[in-house]
């Protein structure tokens, strides 16, 4: 009988090979796509709660996001098959004038791993992109990152701009080491998200999503990812 415990520990330690073995392993068994996906899904909180305790840091966080990503490709023509979809959709973004997109990754894997669909619009976006990917994709999240102090303003700008259309209720999370929750609140987004981990909290408590075992984290809670 497949264990699921082993998955879960295999994506928390980064073993790709593994982590895909074990998935196809379920598969085979018949373990139900849902109780695959719950035990992915669990090991990416351990893995976000651990960052936030400082037990892990930025390359583990990596290794361990990249194993969710390919056990999930091969998961996800039984999830389609199932019926079983992403439980929210988020467009994110490093804003206008800054190519840094590290923590922008990081949060965007840490999104996927936690069921929810990523539309990943780069770096150097500006609102008029931000602004189409949200006509186009409808999503319920709007992630903008910033790592220079001097695309801060471009980030107030570019919030004003979204607060100016039609947002169909999605929140806007913002995050980016020279940001807090005070700035984020002071351009009118919904949160901020100190790093990764944190963004998956902040997500779920947005969406009112049902948390995971760290997911009592609120809105600017966590360290910057840089």
């Given at each position: 009988?497949?264990?699921?415990?082993?998955?879960?520990?295999?994506?928390?330690?980064?073993?790709?090979?593994?982590?895909?073995?074990?998935?196809?392993?379920?598969?085979?068994?018949?373990?139900?796509?849902?109780?695959?996906?719950?035990?992915?899904?669990?090991?990416?909180?351990?893995?976000?709660?651990?960052?936030?305790?400082?037990?892990?840091?930025?390359?583990?966080?990596?290794?361990?996001?990249?194993?969710?990503?390919?056990?999930?490709?091969?998961?996800?023509?039984?999830?389609?098959?199932?019926?079983?979809?992403?439980?929210?959709?988020?467009?994110?973004?490093?804003?206008?004038?800054?190519?840094?997109?590290?923590g922008k990754n990081l949060v965007a894997m840490m999104w996927r791993g936690a069921n929810i669909e990523v539309i990943d619009l780069g770096v150097n976006v500006t609102a008029e992109q931000f602004v189409a990917a949200i006509e186009t994709h409808h999503p319920d999240l709007v992630g903008l990152s910033a790592l220079l102090t001097t695309t801060m303003a471009s980030m107030r700008s570019?919030?004003?701009?979204?607060?100016?259309?039609?947002?169909?209720?999605?929140?806007?999370?913002?995050?980016?080491?020279?940001?807090?929750?005070?700035?984020?609140?002071?351009?009118?987004?919904?949160?901020?998200?100190?790093?990764?981990?944190?963004?998956?909290?902040?997500?779920?408590?947005?969406?009112?999503?049902?948390?995971?075992?760290?997911?009592?984290?609120?809105?600017?809670?966590?360290?910057?990812?840089?």
């Amino acid at each position: 009988m497949a264990d699921l415990s082993r998955l879960g520990v295999a994506i928390e330690d980064g073993d790709r090979d593994l982590a895909v073995e074990l998935t196809l392993g379920a598969i085979a068994e018949g373990i139900t796509p849902q109780a695959i996906l719950d035990a992915m899904t669990g090991a990416m909180d351990v893995v976000g709660d651990r960052f936030q305790a400082n037990l892990i840091f930025v390359p583990e966080m990596l290794v361990a996001a990249r194993a969710m990503k390919e056990a999930m490709a091969t998961l996800e023509p039984f999830l389609v098959q199932a019926g079983i979809r992403p439980e929210a959709r988020a467009v994110i973004g490093t804003v206008r004038g800054d190519l840094h997109d590290i923590g922008k990754n990081l949060v965007a894997m840490m999104w996927r791993g936690a069921n929810i669909e990523v539309i990943d619009l780069g770096v150097n976006v500006t609102a008029e992109q931000f602004v189409a990917a949200i006509e186009t994709h409808h999503p319920d999240l709007v992630g903008l990152s910033a790592l220079l102090t001097t695309t801060m303003a471009s980030m107030r700008s570019i919030v004003g701009t979204l607060r100016s259309i039609d947002l169909g209720g999605a929140r806007i999370i913002v995050g980016g080491a020279p940001l807090n929750a005070e700035f984020a609140a002071w351009i009118g987004a919904d949160a901020f998200a100190g790093d990764a981990g944190a963004a998956v909290a902040v997500a779920r408590q947005l969406l009112g999503l049902a948390t995971g075992p760290g997911g009592s984290n609120g809105p600017g809670i966590g360290r910057a990812v840089q």
